[in-house]
DNA sequence: TCGCCGCTGTGGAAGGTGTCACAACCCCCG
DNA sequence: CGGGGGTTGTGACACCTTCCACAGCGGCGA
């Protein structure tokens, strides 16, 4: 296990080595390759997960089989928190994007934590508000924006989170089909490869082999206002 | 103050007698009549409020001045918590839906209490965990389920949590207009009019001078998914 | 009580999006 | 090296939804 990435992770950076490394002793090891799936919705589970590296997509499948991404999350976020305070199934499946491993702690153990040391609730109820904060703004974008429009703010909220630097722009979304990123912002697949389309017209992107080079962060961003 | 609310709400009913007494001394109360605002989006704000009487709308306003509701919220449930936690200026604007009693707690007493009692910040971590699912629920129905689907549900959960008897039916979203109802949708208010206007044609639904008597629950809730 | 303003009801035109259909492509595996 | 399945690209069409226009309706205040 990495315990650096851990250490240095803002839900644990307040813990007293002692407190942490009582902590590192409880956590259980998760490695999985891209589409092996964490959990699913429906199931029963109380275990908080952290992600030393990788993706994963927590995403929620209609009854007729669509499907829709609530978040793609990367190194040093959390996720499977809900199950642990609100006793209700997984409303989600979390699945690897890519090469990914997890740290996992049970509800009991970080109850422990808790009771111990209240900075740790303190930064769980920070993680939990930027989430909430995250999915309103989704759902503002859902009502007020056009595909085009959400295609643009997913792609830059990408770029900010994962992208990497390339000879004359921003890789993005390496790792990420357009079906998965159609998900992300609940428009079909065939609508957002036209908005992408659109957008290599007018220069401002490049596509590549599943990945978007963003070419013209300016007018991208002005885009998607 | 109505102290025996208070006392009653799971986010104090944990806290000893001394404890909540000293938390009391520090309250403010807010009373609002309909439309008057408790905060706006973009105001700096580190206070949490408990509803003591009366419904509460949380909306954003898109620049070119659309609105879209967040939720409506009633009796003992809390907002403004993002507030506390995560250092950004409210992204929403709480706004009285009718007469309406509130409690302010501000930050640094919320803080004192959490560092005392872990026991509150278990309630406010189950609070936001609830807050995301039902936020997480409304995505889905946005990309899922077509306007008259979610008009269905979202009458379906106001009379869950606000409804009250009738003779021949369930009293629903007295105190909303339907273009507050459209907003909740994320619709236009003329979309859900007639949406409405067809759940009355089937008999589902009687409509009264700013409210809706659901006739026939189980066929709503059939139409919903 | 009258008038007014906000809420409700409805129709039709215009536009965005999903669905369907199919072709091209590419990487991976046999 | 030659399939083959998954991914990407693109057009046509139907449908849902918004937008616009306007007509009742009703409650509240002057």
Redesign the pocket.
């Known amino acids: 296990m990495d315990i650096e990435v851990l250490r240095r992770a803002p839900l644990f950076a307040t813990l007293g080595d002692d407190v942490f490394g009582a902590l590192t002793e409880e956590l259980t090891e998760v490695d999985l390759s891209r589409g092996a799936s964490v959990f699913r919705e429906g199931d029963q589970g109380d275990q908080l997960y952290f992600i030393v590296s990788g993706k994963i997509k927590l995403g929620r499948t209609a009854p007729?089989g669509?499907e829709n991404l609530l978040a793609v999350l990367g190194p040093g976020e959390l996720f499977g928190e809900m199950a642990l305070f609100d006793p209700s199934p997984r409303n989600a499946t979390a699945t690897a994007v890519s090469e990914t491993r997890l740290a996992g702690l049970r509800h009991e153990n970080l109850r422990k934590v808790i009771l111990t040391s209240p900075e740790v609730s303190v930064q769980l109820l920070q993680a939990l508000a930027r989430r909430l904060r995250r999915t309103n703004e989704s759902l503002a974008d859902l009502?007020f924006?056009?595909?085009?429009?959400?295609v643009a703010k997913a792609l830059l909220d990408l770029a900010d989170r994962f992208g990497r630097p390339a000879t004359d722009g921003i890789l993005v979304a390496h790792e990420?089909?357009?079906?998965?990123?159609?998900q992300l912002v609940?428009?079909?697949?065939?609508?957002?490869?036209?908005?992408?389309?659109e957008f290599?017209q007018r220069g401002w992107l490049r596509?590549e082999?599943?990945?978007v080079v963003i070419l013209d962060i300016q007018r991208l961003r002005q885009r998607s206002r």
């Open positions: 007729d669509r009502v924006s056009d595909v085009p429009g959400r990420l089909t357009q079906e998965e990123l159609a609940g428009a079909s697949r065939e609508t957002v490869n036209k908005a992408l389309a290599v596509l082999a599943r990945a």
